[in-house]
């Protein structure tokens, strides 16, 4: 009796059953939690940028130089710098901000020389009127126009629109567009 209770297939049949419930165990054990990968900060470079604004009068277009932080000097993340600063004003009492304080910043984008400024839904509600909007368009060219580009096309909100008011935005403004006068 003895003899049949240790049978080879007993054995590998108990052998069999012990790895089968160690398995079981290690697959129902919970995993364990990854470690979060380690935050590390960019270097910032400080890099000038000249920003455009408006007289009290919004009749001349008024520059500041402006240091802006930057993680990567590519034209792109200049070109964003530089459209936050605009958000959030002039530094110089004498000028005007062309946007209201809080404001969101218009995102850019760049592909070869020609920006698109995708400009945050609430900016068609401002009602500047002809020479305000012209005045928001054109300060927002030329800061981008300052050093590179040839061009910047509007889009609002994420889509082409033909106007913001009452400004044509079907064409890209230019320098030129935005000379001053």
Not at 71 to 95: E, I
Not at 102 to 125: N, S
Request: with cysteine; net charge positive; glycine share 4%.
């Amino acid at each position: 009796m003895i003899r049949r209770l240790f049978s080879l297939f007993n054995v590998i049949s108990v052998v069999l059953l012990a790895a089968a419930l160690l398995a079981y165990q290690a697959v129902q054990k919970p995993p364990t939690a990854p470690e979060a990968p380690r935050l590390q900060l960019a270097e910032r470079t400080a890099m000038k940028v000249q920003v455009y604004f408006t007289d009290p009068q919004v009749r001349a277009m008024k520059a500041e130089t402006r240091t802006v932080q930057v993680t990567q000097s590519n034209p792109r993340a200049v070109a964003q710098a530089a459209l936050n600063v605009w958000a959030t004003g002039p530094s110089n009492s004498a000028n005007l901000a062309v946007v209201p304080a809080g404001t969101a910043a218009p995102k850019v984008y760049l592909r070869g020389p020609h920006y698109y400024v995708d400009l945050p839904a609430a900016y068609a509600g401002l009602r500047y009127g002809p020479s305000g909007e012209r005045m928001l368009l054109c300060t927002l060219t030329r800061t981008l126009l300052a050093t590179r580009g040839d061009d910047v096309t509007f889009i609002l909100n994420g889509q082409p629109v033909d106007t913001l008011g009452q400004i044509d935005l079907r064409n890209p403004f230019t320098r030129q567009d935005c000379a001053d006068e």
